[in-house]
């Protein structure tokens, strides 16, 4: 094969764009066009490329179940695959995406819904899409401390967004939204919004596209923003360049015919690909693959840099727009992946100011911890049994998972801390007074500058202290004893004969092997199977903590399982525990269920073969480091204003050690 652009192409991107890119590359081209739909069609018409020479395939736009077939397909021949299209967290393997993931872009967007909580008290916001295969593009997002309502918009050729508008303006009362809808139909939203009254500065409108810079989004039915009848929606959007006149997928387009080109020229094409089934792999496109990963190439787009083992563009730089006061898009910041941060301020007015950014080091901050009863709230917190001679003093005395992320992130950020147990020994719920206990109450009195545990993000107690982003993600589960079957013990089996008739086998060398079959076969049997189960009997009592997030969640629970369990626990009081340990003696003892988040549920079912998880997860969640809100603190060490100044710089430390799997080496230690 000799070393000409010889790529297969999906027919639904530009292919007179594709051809104006390629008319004046060297080597000269030769492309070869597949169509993905119908999509029983895609595998052959791929196939017919390969077979007239193609080595590499850009895939299609149009259909993401073509996109999977065909990114099989090109994998298993072994093509040098290429997209342009955002990467789904179901992403196949082998696949270079030059586009940024959903995450990337979710980052600025949690970034800017986060400053509007923090200026206007409200952590309310709707999402609206109109392809339910999209909602895993908004799946991160769903994993922090905000109440999202979820509002589907109509499909393709239904362009009468009014209903939904008016869902979220009246029923939901929600003026803050985010907007994940194909670039060509956002105009149409835009302008019906205006007709309801909804392009007033009350209202905010986030849209989830790289294109909406480009679209006429300033005037009624796209008029000149000179036009008397000129609107202005208070619009925030995204953009991977500048000037944003060009489809992103034409920019991305362009930087992956580039990579081809640049590998072609570096490494050459050698063998041939084939869809052949008796015909092996072929070698040569994984090589490729990986060449063109560590290029490291200044597209049109930013610098080309990749995961190895995703094959997912990493260090984003990504360009914030708004509407200014003429209607106009104009770009107000920038957001920086690799430092995940904003280099410029954004106010929530969209006017941008230079960012002030804040800094731990040097600072000694006073931070709260959990313990109970014996001094263990295992694998967490716990304190340190010291050696034989050995004194232990100050933050020594305390071991565990939150400790050694405490030291990491002190490590990153420079800064000392103290560390002190929270004396009510909770974690914090509201009291029937109003004031919250616990490591919550702590922060809100200006006590700790950091609450360091299994402390559970809530909606309730954002309302009242911020959290970082989650450090773990976890639910709800069931921890109870094994049960044993009786009938299938050893006992059982050596009834049938006498001691005597035994004793002969056993001195005839055959009964070990007997033996350790039946006790390699004891059944292990469980009463109940699921948390509906145990709702509906009354001989297992069960229970939870008896101040925290779970409790409060089976308190406030509407779903009809959870609360006959919630009535079932608050009429025996003495079903409630006052720490976890006390919990799992209990469980251990028998004929008790507890009821405990699948953390500590899963370190303690390691540890003990008696033990066992029923079910799965009752809900989802996560553990987050709490801070103070500015307005709360009355002796205020570190003079913060509204909501904390250290949450991001906290945060971003906690992602860069997830992104070096620090933190699941640490779980697993």
Same mark, same amino acid.
């Given at each position: 094969m000799t070393n000409v652009l010889s790529p297969a192409v999906s027919s639904d991107v530009d292919l007179d764009a594709v051809r104006i890119f390629t008319s004046h590359l060297k080597p000269s081209s030769l492309l070869h066009f597949f169509h993905p739909l119908p999509v029983y069609n895609s595998t052959e018409s %791929?196939?017919?490329? #390969?077979?007239?020479?193609?080595?590499?395939?850009?895939?299609?736009?149009?259909?993401? @179940?073509?996109?999977?077939?065909?990114?099989?397909?090109? /994998?298993?021949?072994?093509?040098?695959?290429?997209? #342009?299209?955002?990467?789904?967290?179901?992403?196949?393997?082998? &696949? @270079?995406?030059?586009h940024p993931s959903q995450s990337a872009l979710s980052q600025p967007i949690l970034a800017l819904l986060t400053q509007y909580f923090n200026a206007s008290g409200n952590a309310e916001v709707a999402i609206l899409y109109d392809n339910p295969e999209d909602t895993e593009f908004f799946q991160y997002l769903l994993t922090y401390p905000i109440q999202a309502y979820l509002v589907k918009l109509p499909d393709k050729g239904n362009d009468d967004f009014k209903p939904a508008l008016k869902h979220v303006s009246i029923k939901l009362g929600v003026p803050q939204m985010v907007i994940y809808l194909s670039p060509s139909r956002i105009p149409s939203l835009i302008r019906q919004a205006d007709t309801m009254n909804m392009c007033t500065s009350h209202y905010h409108y986030i849209l989830a596209s790289l294109d909406a810079p480009s679209l006429p989004l300033h005037s009624r039915e796209n008029q000149s923003d000179t036009h008397s009848d000129a609107y202005t929606c208070n619009i925030t959007t995204f953009s991977l360049y500048s000037p944003h006149d060009s489809k992103t997928e034409l920019v991305l387009l362009w930087d992956v015919i580039t990579m081809i080109v640049e590998t072609v020229e570096r490494v050459g094409v050698h063998g041939e690909p084939s869809c052949d089934e008796h015909i092996d792999e072929w070698e040569h496109g994984?090589?490729? @693959?990986?060449?063109?990963?560590?290029?490291?190439?200044?597209?049109?787009?930013?610098?080309?840099?990749?995961?190895?083992?995703?094959?997912?563009?990493?260090?984003?730089?990504?360009? #914030?727009? @708004?509407?200014?006061? /003429?209607?106009? +898009?104009?770009?107000?910041?920038?957001?920086?992946?690799?430092?995940?941060?904003?280099? +410029?301020?954004?106010?929530?007015?969209?006017?941008?100011?230079?960012?002030?950014?804040?800094?731990?080091? /040097?600072?000694?901050?006073?931070?709260?911890?959990?313990?109970?009863?014996?001094?263990?709230?295992?694998?967490?917190?716990?304190?340190?049994?010291?050696?034989?001679?050995?004194? %232990?003093?100050?933050?020594?005395?305390?071991?565990?998972?939150?400790?050694?992320?405490?030291? +990491?992130?002190? /490590?990153?950020?420079?800064?000392?801390?103290?560390?002190?147990?929270?004396?009510?020994?909770?974690?914090?719920?509201?009291?029937?007074?109003?004031?919250?206990?616990?490591? #919550?109450?702590?922060?809100?009195?200006?006590?700790?500058?950091?609450?360091?545990?299994?402390?559970?993000?809530?909606?309730?107690?954002?309302?009242?202290?911020?959290?970082? &982003?989650?450090?773990?993600?976890?639910?709800?589960?069931?921890?109870?004893?094994?049960?044993?079957?009786?009938?299938?013990?050893?006992?059982?089996? %050596?009834?049938?004969?006498?001691?005597?008739?035994?004793?002969?086998?056993?001195?005839?060398?055959?009964?070990?092997?007997?033996?350790?079959?039946?006790?390699?076969n004891r059944r292990m049997a469980s009463p109940i199977e699921n948390a509906d189960d145990l709702s509906k009997q009354t001989k297992i009592k069960f229970g939870t903590l008896g101040r925290g997030s779970t409790m409060t969640f089976f308190n406030e629970s509407r779903v009809d399982t959870y609360e006959r369990m919630w009535k079932m626990m608050n009429s025996a009081p003495g079903l409630f525990v006052e720490s976890s340990a006390e919990g799992i003696a209990r469980v251990r003892s028998g004929d008790y269920a507890y009821l405990m988040e699948s953390s500590m549920l899963e370190y303690a079912v390691e540890r003990d073969c008696r033990l066992v998880q029923i079910g799965g997860l009752l809900d989802q969640k996560g553990y987050g480091i709490g801070l103070p809100k500015g307005g709360n603190r009355q002796r205020s060490k570190i003079n913060p204003t509204r909501g904390s100044p250290y949450r991001e710089p906290i945060s971003t430390a906690i992602l860069q050690l997830q992104e070096k799997t620090l933190l699941t080496e640490l779980k697993v230690k």
């Open positions: %791929l196939c017919s490329c #390969v077979s007239s020479g193609a080595f590499a395939a850009i895939l299609p736009f149009s259909s993401w @179940t073509s996109h999977l077939i065909l990114s099989s397909l090109a /994998n298993k021949i072994g093509l040098f695959t290429l997209s #342009v299209t955002p990467p789904r967290p179901s992403r196949l393997p082998s &696949v @270079t995406s030059l994984e090589k490729m @693959t990986e060449y063109a990963e560590q290029l490291h190439l200044s597209g049109v787009s930013g610098l080309l840099l990749f995961d190895s083992r995703t094959g997912q563009r990493v260090n984003d730089t990504i360009r #914030v727009w @708004t509407t200014s006061s /003429n209607g106009r +898009m104009e770009q107000i910041s920038e957001w920086s992946g690799s430092e995940g941060r904003f280099i +410029m301020n954004i106010s929530t007015h969209g006017h941008s100011t230079q960012k002030k950014k804040k800094t731990l080091e /040097n600072h000694t901050l006073s931070v709260t911890v959990y313990l109970v009863g014996l001094g263990r709230e295992e694998p967490f917190v716990m304190k340190r049994t010291p050696k034989d001679g050995e004194i %232990l003093e100050g933050n020594d005395r305390y071991e565990g998972y939150c400790i050694d992320l405490l030291k +990491m992130i002190s /490590n990153i950020l420079k800064f000392d801390y103290i560390l002190y147990e929270v004396p009510d020994r909770a974690y914090g719920i509201r009291e029937a007074s109003g004031k919250w206990n616990g490591m #919550v109450g702590e922060l809100q009195s200006g006590e700790a500058d950091l609450a360091v545990a299994s402390l559970t993000i809530s909606y309730s107690r954002t309302a009242v202290i911020d959290f970082t &982003v989650p450090y773990m993600h976890l639910g709800i589960s069931i921890l109870f004893r094994r049960t044993e079957n009786e009938s299938s013990s050893l006992s059982t089996f %050596l009834a049938p004969l006498s001691p005597t008739v035994w004793l002969s086998v056993f001195l005839a060398y055959l009964t070990t092997s007997i033996v350790i079959s039946c006790l390699s």
